[in-house]
């Protein structure tokens, strides 16, 4: 096996172990309910689709070889450098970093975590202000946005431009649960004023 089986083998471990971490989490925290919890309407039911369909295709992306990019003349044009060792050094990195975040924000945020589509507070919830949390509020937001910004770097491709579309929706999200979570979770607003969002002591 050479080395771009095994890098390709690395990136795709991480995709699956991310989202074995969520399934398995989720289904030992099965248990808990939502206060005032309402039947998924049916955007979010669309979003959830999405998200699938989106994992899915970037788990086949990792299987496409760049070579084989190169040679197609359409899409080619999605490969950012010719000789891409560095950017794939420099992506591989971030990736590990993105990936590494959001797993330790995950298990760290344990039961008391909600799916993005539908985030609520949940019965006896609680602020979680250990690990990751003592220093910024979303975590996993900011490893998420880190692996897939190094994937796609990884893969030397330009769709990494696609994370700076994900960026305002992230903060719109971000600020969004925040609010909720102030009105309805007690010493949550304490919280904020001692962390910052995504980036430790600076935002």
Request: hydrophobic share 50%.
């Amino acid at each position: 096996m050479n080395l771009i089986m095994i890098h390709r083998a690395f990136l795709l471990a991480g995709l699956i172990g991310h989202k074995l971490v969520w399934i398995v989490l989720k289904r030992r925290q099965g248990g808990r309910h939502v206060k005032n919890a309402e039947p998924l309407p049916l955007k979010t039911k669309i979003v959830k689709t999405c998200k699938l369909a989106i994992l899915l295709g970037i788990l086949a992306q990792t299987l496409i070889p760049e070579s084989w990019l190169a040679d197609q003349a359409l899409l080619s044009h999605l490969l950012i450098a010719n000789d891409s060792f560095n950017l794939v050094v420099v992506g591989t990195v971030l990736f590990t970093i993105g990936l590494t975040v959001a797993i330790l924000g995950r298990t760290q945020l344990g039961d008391n975590w909600s799916d993005i589509e539908t985030a609520q507070v949940l019965e006896k919830q609680r602020v979680v202000s250990r690990g990751l949390y003592r220093f910024i509020r979303h975590p996993i937001y900011t490893g998420d946005l880190l692996l897939l910004c190094g994937l796609e770097l990884a893969l030397n491709n330009w769709l990494v431009l696609g994370v700076i579309v994900l960026m305002p929706i992230v903060l719109r999200k971000a600020v969004q649960e925040e609010t909720m979570l102030m009105d309805e979770l007690e010493g949550y607003g304490e919280y904020c004023t001692t962390t910052k969002r995504f980036i430790p002591f600076v935002v």
